[in-house]
């Protein structure tokens, strides 16, 4: 079974102080790793696909990386409008299976 | 920017009762999808759905649920005796391609209350 863990739950970050979000799998056989930011009462809104270890993608304060075990997601010099869930999810290289596998998301607070 | 749209925005129903939450998809994807987060928990997938008929289907999916595209534009997701563990956000997707090259995009979703 698919599984997807993130950490820390939680992150509160002073503007302008870095860090790096943390999401941890076990796939049979990874097809894409996504990161995608969640707004409170909102849908998920689509970031970054990784698809293979050494892969990184960049869009404005944040990077995605991928190894063959880990994803990070690292946000430099982050605002307070940086402040959202961020989430992790998986898709297998299984035959017709395209469903997306989740973890449960970082909250990070970016405070001014 | 081609978004997914989904109504209505908040459903309160009676236990029992029936529940049609809808579903408009960017208009050139093929491959639509239904996914369901319970308060505080993951967001979990429901069924994926191709060329008018169900691709895959998780075990959450029984035989209360179902899924339609009754015309060009729209995909919706009946309930037909909701629970009240039914209670939950329900977010429509849809991607261009079955696989990992085109993202799935999502809607804002539908706060299901059931009382």
């Known amino acids: 079974e698919d599984q997807v863990t993130q950490s820390p739950e939680a992150l509160r970050l002073q503007e302008g102080e870095s860090s790096s979000l943390n999401c941890s799998y076990t796939v049979s056989g990874l097809r894409g790793l996504f990161w995608y930011r969640q707004d409170p009462g909102k849908g998920p809104e689509f970031l970054f696909t990784l698809y293979s270890a050494g892969e990184e993608k960049e869009k404005e304060r944040l990077k995605a990386t991928l190894t063959k075990k880990e994803s990070f997601l690292h946000i430099t010099a982050p605002k307070p409008e940086d402040s959202a869930t961020y989430l992790c999810a998986v898709q297998a290289y299984t035959g017709a299976n395209s469903k997306l596998t989740f973890g449960k998301g970082i909250t990070l607070s970016v405070r001014p | 920017e081609p978004e997914v749209t989904q109504t209505p925005s908040h459903q309160v129903t009676q236990m029992g009762q029936e529940v049609i939450l809808r579903c408009v998809p960017i208009?050139?994807?093929?491959?639509f999808y239904w996914y369901r987060q319970i308060l505080g928990q993951k967001v979990e997938f429901l069924v994926s759905f191709y060329n008018n008929e169900i691709s895959e289907k998780s075990e959450i999916f029984d035989d209360q649920f179902s899924v339609e595209r009754p015309d060009g534009s729209n995909f919706t997701l009946k309930i037909r005796s909701t629970k009240l563990e039914d209670s939950a956000m329900y977010f429509c997707?849809?991607?261009?391609?079955?696989?990992?090259?085109?993202?799935?995009?999502f809607g804002d979703g539908t706060r299901l209350s059931i009382l």
């Open positions: 208009s050139n994807h093929l491959y």
């Open positions: 997707a849809s991607s261009e391609h079955l696989y990992s090259n085109q993202p799935q995009h």
